[in-house]
């Protein structure tokens, strides 16, 4: 069987990757903690509850299923709580990677996809952000990232493990069918903050900084679907399997929005008003992250078929409206 472990399985991109996955012909085996995922997300494959710290858990998941693959989702990933508190991020992030890894070698699988970020670019300036750029992390989410890519490089000369990096900007919307979607506790990401602002499950949504040096003075991101990026990583898959080496693409459309367009969008798609106040800057925010490369495009062959602003608000609010969560 094709067996994919899929660590973070149980979370937002991981419940979307094991759903792509499973339509794709791959059997896609969660390992997951719960701390920040959902039991009732596994709909796709088998579930191993799990911790990346626990080891001796990783080498039993290995050897009941004898993975062809493992995608690697399972992270903190919070940019304002890794400033808070860097070292559960240097713990989770990168102990649980260092022991993922090893267990994945020691297993004799040498095909590896990993979840990493923009973040570990940092701030460039009017610098094209592909996959060549130096990588200068802002904040300790983006510093763990780059930490496993670097771990990942010397596995790779070492013990010829393949891996497909994958860098994305702000993955957003929901599988268009509603079997999953996105749901974080606490959420800290802009759309399903505002979508709860706009009917009432929590207070205003807050900008976080109107004196950045962009056009209307907030923060620029370059958003994509979530459908759209786990194509990209079964692509990625396919790849490995194919027998090519190891190599890093950016996920993201080139397109950036600010957050003052992204609130203008969504008060157009729901037809509501988005009740929101102006505040600070969020320590750790880099003024602007678009992708500057279609490498993904080329390479994979990878076409985004819904990460346009409208459609990704759409697909978010049409999870949101199925009170999936609301217990
Ligand atoms: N924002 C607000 N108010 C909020 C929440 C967010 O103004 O209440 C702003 C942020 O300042 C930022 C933008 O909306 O400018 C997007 O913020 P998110 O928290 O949704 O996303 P981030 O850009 O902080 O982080 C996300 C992922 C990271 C990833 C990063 C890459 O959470 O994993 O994108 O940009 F690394």
């Known amino acids: 069987m094709n067996h994919v472990i899929v660590t973070g399985g149980a979370g937002y991109i991981g419940s979307h990757a094991c759903k792509a996955l499973a339509q794709a012909g ?39 299923y004898e993975p062809v693959a493992v995608m690697h989702f399972a992270a903190l990933s919070q940019v304002g709580e890794s400033m808070k508190a860097p070292g559960k991020y240097w713990l989770n992030n990168v102990q649980g990677s260092l022991n ?21 670019y940092g701030d460039h300036d009017n ?55 996105e749901f974080h506790q606490p959420e800290t990401h802009l759309i399903p903050l505002m979508l709860d602002a706009i009917d009432g499950k929590r207070d205003a949504l807050t900008i976080f900084g109107t004196d950045y040096d962009t056009p209307d003075g907030t923060c620029i991101r370059d958003y994509v679907h979530v459908c759209d ?18 190599r890093v693409f950016n996920l993201g459309t080139g397109t950036g929005f600010s957050v003052r367009e992204v609130i203008d969008q969504s008060r157009a798609v729901t037809n509501r ?13 880099c003024t602007k992250l678009v992708s500057g490369s279609t490498r993904a495009e080329k390479e994979l062959g990878w076409e985004p078929k819904r990460s346009k602003m409208d459609l990704m608000i759409a697909d978010a609010w049409r999870w949101h409206q199925t009170g999936h969560y609301d217990k």
């Open 26 to 64: 791959f059997v896609p085996v969660t390992f997951d903690n719960l701390v920040t995922g959902w039991e009732d997300a596994v709909k796709f494959g088998p579930f191993e509850k799990g911790d990346l710290l626990d080891r001796a858990r990783l080498d039993e998941v290995f050897s009941a």
């Open 100 to 120: 993922l890894i090893e267990a994945t070698v020691e297993a004799g699988v040498r095909n590896f996809v990993f979840s990493s970020t923009c973040a570990t």
């Open 127 to 181: 610098v094209t952000l592909d996959e060549s750029v130096e990588q200068l992390p802002i904040n300790a989410y983006g510093a763990s990232k780059r930490a496993i890519e670097d771990m990942l490089r010397d596995f790779d000369a070492a013990y010829g493990l393949h891996s497909v990096i994958f860098r994305y900007f702000n993955v957003a919307g929901a599988d268009p069918e509603a079997e999953v979607g």
């Open 229 to 246: 990026l786990v194509d990209a990583h079964v692509l990625g898959l396919k790849r490995l399997l194919d027998g090519h080496g190891s």
């Open 273 to 285: 008003a988005v009740p929101y106040n102006e505040g600070p800057r969020r320590a750790g925010d």
